[in-house]
């Protein structure tokens, strides 16, 4: 946890963040640049430490074989190409103007220095791009690797995306994270030393974790300067080492109704500065094992925002820093 990091007070009434009870990353975004930014997700062609050996094979046990970018671009084509044809299909479907440019795709800065400078510069550098978003591992970045990135936040603003999932170890050993937590917090630091955005992932509903452990999570990274965080339910696809262990001995998975009640928990005890990036996800349909109720992300979010103003819960009800 972070040394010398003071929060802040609780919040003692409802704050709106436009329309919605909690700081959604498109009130950021639309605070900052003025108009909604469109995300699209990119591959660097890059693999990761936890697949080819390094670490160990197979990946983590809930990720799936294209890395958790299974709806970013190809790596067949350069990354001037994979914009050019995520500008093209969300401009179909609306006036858009502004994107984040996201490599998603496996661990985005597990290759050389000289090869991330080249593809992360080439996306920077495009007009209509407003800030450059990169997931990671806590464990693949170099002090030169985050030398680049704090010169790279000084054209543009520069997001690092970290995989944390969980702060207990048991679990973190289950899902072959590959780290300990004292990684994460060392990359959190030396990361905002340069400027960078930090934000977070969590997954919630992994097994045998109680909510009473999901908030420990939630509480932990209140403690630590990161700047935003993505709240996402376990999804079980086909292929993962994941999918094999649930058709042996089927775990707890949510419905609905206890996953709204479980994020709403999670959002009145969040630190009300953090920006929430993500409120729950919507896996492949093709890959999709459980919850299939997930697949109709737009109900799941209004039933959300629903169970919010009917419970009075806004972020940071149950912050007390």
Known sequence: MADGFTTTRSVPM?????EKRYHSLDYALKSQFGEKVYRIA?????????R???IGRGGCIFCSGMGSGDFAGSASFSICEQLAAGKAALQAKRPVHSYIAYFQAFTNTYAPVEYLEKI???AILDPDVQVLAVATRPDCLSHETVELLRRLNQIKPVWIELGLQTIHPQTARYIRRGYPLEVFDDAVVRLKAAGIQVITHVILFLPGETEAQMLKTIDYLNCNPIDGIKLQLLHILKGTDLAR??????????????????IGNCIAHLRPDIVIHRLTGD???DLLIEPQWTGAKRTVLNHIHQYLKKQD?????????
């Open 313 to 321: 819960i806004w972020q940071g009800k149950e912050y007390y820093g």
């Open 14 to 18: 409802p704050v709106r963040w436009g």
């Open 42 to 50: 990119l591959n660097g062609g890059m693999t990761c430490p936890n």
């Open 245 to 262: 262990d649930y058709a042996r001995s089927p775990f707890h998975i949510p419905d609905m109704d206890e996953y709204i009640r479980c």
């Open 283 to 285: 896996g492949p349909k």
């Open 120 to 122: 992360f510069t080439e």
């Open 52 to 54: 080819d050996g390094k």
